[in-house]
T-cell receptor, first 111, second 113 residues
Framework: GQQLNQSPQSMFIQEGEDVSMNCTSS?????WLWYKQDPGEGPVLLIA?????ELTSNGRLTAQFGITRKDSFLNISASIPSDVGIYFC???????????FGQGTELSVKP | EAGVTQFPSHSVIEKGQTVTLRCDPI?????LYWYRRVMGKEIKFLLH????????ESGMPNNRFLAERTGGTYSTLKVQPAELEDSGVYFC???????????FGAGTRLSVL
């Protein structure tokens, strides 16, 4: 089946540092999404990308839909302790509604 | 407006027992999805309802899993009999439109001992 390779698996950074994570696929995706999961909660949508090359920001978060439609990255600038959590990329590659998820990047921020 | 709610939040059962998970989508959302995350791996799709109809059940692992959405409102996911490998977090999501933004519930953590 379709797979997304997300990296890194985990990150330990100092407060104030910038963070970058990415996802790649062997298949073309129509939509790329970035979700964040806080402990005990479900994934919450951060950014949605719908066009190849699209670059979108949401506060300190910036994400891009790769030109080849096979990759996406998420950057977090000036990290703060509340950025801690698991970040998932997800994509939709066919006409159906189901999402394919990456393995997640667990982010830890040291104050 | 209430979000997607799931019940129970945790369930611990023994191998061979039956468990039923429930999901209440956001009111008015016709699309309802079940996903599962096992042992820190990726979140995997199980199935998709449009109203009361199963639109896509390609992710259901085997016939021990039965999902229903009678009346097109809440949905249940029953595992019978449960096996050890069924342990994980089961998420439900709903969306208003076909391929619209999916809103997730907090999940049900299932532990099969």
């Amino acid at each position: 089946g379709q797979q997304l390779n997300q990296s890194p698996q985990s990150m330990f950074i100092q407060e104030g540092e910038d963070v970058s994570m990415n996802c790649t696929s062997s298949s073309i995706f129509n939509t790329w999404l970035w979700y964040k999961q806080d402990p005990g909660e479900g994934p919450v949508l951060l950014i949605a990308l719908y066009k190849a090359g699209e670059l979108t920001s949401n506060g300190r978060l910036t994400a891009q839909f790769g030109i080849t439609r096979k990759d996406s990255f998420l950057n977090i600038s000036a990290s703060i302790p509340s950025d801690v959590g698991i970040y998932f990329c997800a994509g939709n590659y066919n006409q159906g509604g189901k999402l394919i998820f990456g393995q997640g990047t667990e982010l830890s921020v040291k104050p | 407006e209430a979000g997607v709610t799931q019940f129970p939040s945790h369930s611990v059962i023994e191998k061979g027992q039956t468990v039923t998970l429930r999901c209440d989508p956001i009111s008015g959302h016709d699309n309802l999805y079940w996903y599962r995350r096992v042992m820190g791996k990726e979140i995997k799709f199980l199935l998709h309802f449009v109203k009361e109809s199963k639109q896509d059940e390609s992710g259901m692992p085997n016939n021990r899993f039965l999902a229903e959405r009678t009346g097109g409102t809440y949905s249940t996911l029953k595992v019978q009999p449960a096996e050890l490998e069924d342990s994980g977090v089961y998420f439900c999501a709903s969306s208003q439109e076909w391929r619209g933004i999916q809103y997730f519930g907090a999940g049900t953590r299932l532990s099969v001992l």
